[in-house]
């Protein structure tokens, strides 16, 4: 099991920035893939962006394609959301979650450690 431990979510004017982060402590050399998922009240958690930790392999949601970018440190173990361009609809709790098999990256169902949540909020 990973303990993960997401920050740097905070309010912010559209238009902005933010930079989460997601440390990952624990048996983190046992899975494959981090994920960023959101979730907006009376909304399904969606899919935003995953990195695979050894080659460093990146997927986006079409939402946010140009707009975030995902990282590594894996000296660190720590992942990262760079979200440049914030838009309200943007506003959600952001998660960062562990993946161990081979499923879907897009589908939470596939990862099974998840962090505890940051809450980003976007103001026109």
């Known amino acids: 099991q990973v303990r993960l431990v997401e920050s740097g979510g905070g309010l912010v004017q559209a238009g902005g920035s933010l930079r989460l982060a997601c440390a990952a402590s624990?048996?983190?050399?046992?899975?494959?893939?981090m994920g960023w998922f959101r979730q907006a009240p009376g909304k399904e958690r969606e899919f935003v962006a995953a990195?695979?930790?050894?080659?460093?392999?990146?997927y986006y949601a079409d939402s946010v394609k140009g707009r975030f970018t995902i990282s590594k440190d894996n000296a660190k173990n720590t992942v990262y959301l760079q979200m440049n361009s914030l838009k309200p609809e943007d506003t959600a709790n952001y998660f960062c979650?562990?993946?161990?098999?081979?499923?879907?990256?897009?589908?939470?169902?596939?990862?099974?450690?998840w962090g505890q949540g940051t809450q980003v909020t976007v103001s026109s």
């Open positions: 990195i695979t930790w050894r080659a460093g392999s990146t």
């Open positions: 979650a562990a993946r161990y098999g081979s499923g879907l990256l897009y589908s939470p169902t596939n990862y099974a450690d």
């Open positions: 624990g048996r983190t050399f046992s899975n494959n893939a």
